[in-house]
Nanobody
């Protein structure tokens, strides 16, 4: 699976950005696309994820109510709309994919995101910087 993330940039506190993750090369019948972020000196954090059907989504508590994940199946693209951005959202944002057959998830979607488990394809990062 190949993943291409884009859309990062510099924005002021309270501003908005939309990240895109274009995916290709899936070989199995079900997948989860996740967004992760890592700030300097901090551990990687799972931000949000969505299933290939679009029927399952999950958000970390830190972004719930501010970020919205969606997908355009025709474009094989997953979006992360980020509103009410805060300086603490500053990080390198990555998208990643977990493929499986017949919805055989290695855990709950929340566990997968929180631990990064099952995500074996990663895109390059896109930097998001929120100035105060």
């Amino acid at each position: 699976v190949q993943l291409q993330a884009s859309g990062g940039g510099l924005v002021q506190d309270g501003g908005s950005l939309r990240l895109s993750c274009q995916a290709s090369g899936f070989t199995k019948d079900y997948y989860i696309i996740g967004w992760f972020r890592q700030a300097p000196g901090k551990e990687r954090e799972g931000v949000s994820c969505i299933s290939s059907s679009g029927g399952s989504t999950y958000y970390a508590d830190s972004v719930k109510g501010r970020f919205t994940i969606s997908r355009d199946k025709a474009k094989n693209t997953v979006y992360l709309q980020m509103n009410s951005l805060k300086p603490e959202d500053t990080a390198l944002y990555y998208c990643a994919a977990a493929e499986m057959w017949h919805r055989q998830l290695p855990g709950t979607i929340a566990t997968m995101l929180n631990h990064g488990s099952g995500f074996d394809s990663w895109g390059q990062g896109t930097q998001v910087t929120v100035s105060s």
